[in-house]
Nanobody, 119 residues
Framework: YLVESGGGSVQPGGSLRLSCAAPRSITSVFNMYDMAWYRQAPGKQRELVARVTTGRSTHYTDSVRGRFTISRDNSRKKVYLQMNSLTPEDTAIYYC????????????WGQGTQVTVSA
């Protein structure tokens, strides 16, 4: 499994930085994986938050663009999600995902980290 960390509780307007570490099974080829963060709020479907490709192109869902930044460190086999200006609507479990850029069936998930934004 990918291992997420950095979740927690924060007030509206605050910031958090999530980290995701690759499992040993893919660390030697980590740079071949497109990495993404998804989130799932209570009663809602899991949604894509941000993605960074092997070529470091980034994509964000509209609701977080300009507030969240995804980045990857291939040397550390990690991906990060910097979240600023958090709102209660960002409350969710955040999941890390890795997909092999040459084989989309080769996909890995983390177990999630809780982010709670409340006054």
């Amino acid at each position: 499994y990918l291992v997420e960390s950095g979740g927690g509780s924060v007030q509206p307007g605050g910031s958090l930085r999530l980290s995701c570490a690759a499992p040993r099974s893919i660390t030697s080829v980590f740079n071949m994986y497109d990495m993404a963060w998804y989130r799932q709020a209570p009663g809602k479907q899991r949604e894509l938050v941000a993605r960074v490709t092997t070529g470091r192109s980034t994509h964000y869902t509209d609701s977080v663009r300009g507030r969240f930044t995804i980045s990857r460190d291939n040397s550390r086999k990690k991906v990060y999600l910097q979240m600023n200006s958090l709102t209660p609507e960002d409350t969710a479990i955040y999941y890390c995902n890795a997909v092999n850029s040459d084989n989309s069936a080769d996909s890995h998930w983390g177990q999630g980290t809780q982010v709670t934004v409340s006054a």
